[in-house]
């Protein structure tokens, strides 16, 4: 099974701290690590270790940050295909408290594939499964030469300008910027999942089928909820990219979810086969 990802990477510092700091407050952490992140790597990683081998499709600033970034993707498992822009790379700052929930800063404009970049888009036409986290229209077009193309609705603006028909949409309902209104498509996808946290979710398929899918129980301690949502993308596309029923493949999804967040930061704990 081939898989690849389009879209977008963070440098991301996370500071593990009792609490979120008051105004005025200075705090002390207990842990702080790096390491590059964001929606597109997270999932990229989880779909390589499902599946064997990932390609990422991003861009990278031309600077030490995107050099770092590439080259811990890469000893991550990845394949970079990245095109480089004479910007900085984008950063963020993740807190992490005392309950694991991580509260994110970003800083700096996002950086995200296009198609009129020099990237091995024909590649995309031998590709059982591709995760679409950021790209312009014409670089959803290019992911839509795969079988199989899920899509975070934090794209949704270049879905609808791009005029493809997804197989599967996922949103979060508590996080404002991955609303959407499934009427501005041309064609509704064949699946759209809307996660809950840590109560689950529901979906519904184009056919009409409606339904909710349960949390999985976290096979350790719970460390951070960094990356939850991306691994459970990752899992569901490579389970849809496989063949699987939407129930099945819901299901992996979840089990994606709740292992990262028993590991510290997103790729400790991903899911593997043999789990």
Known sequence: ?????????????FVRVDH??????????TETWAAPAGGGPVAAVQLERLAGNCTFFTALGDDEIGARARREMEALGLRVEASIREAPTRRAFTFIDRTGERTITTIGQRLQPAAADPLAWEELEDTDAVYLCAADA?????????????????????????????????GSSRDPSERFDLSALREPPRLVVVTEGRIGGSFRTADGR?????????????????????????????ALGTGWDVDRALELAARCGASCATG????????????
């Open 1 to 13: 099974m081939r898989t690849a990802v389009v879209g977008h990477i963070e440098w991301v510092d």
């Open 20 to 29: 979120l700091p008051s105004p005025g407050e200075i705090l002390h952490p």
């Open 138 to 170: 014409g670089a959803v077009r290019e992911a839509r030469r795969s079988r199989v193309l899920v899509a975070t609705s934090r794209a949704f603006t270049s879905v609808v300008q791009a005029e493809v028909r997804l197989d599967a949409l996922v």
């Open 210 to 238: 409606d339904g909710r899918y349960e949390a999985a129980p976290l096979p350790g301690p719970l460390s951070d909820t960094y990356g939850l949502g991306d691994s459970f993308a990752g899992g569901l596309t490579f």
């Open 264 to 275: 510290r930061g997103p790729y400790e704990r991903q899911l593997t086969p043999e789990q």
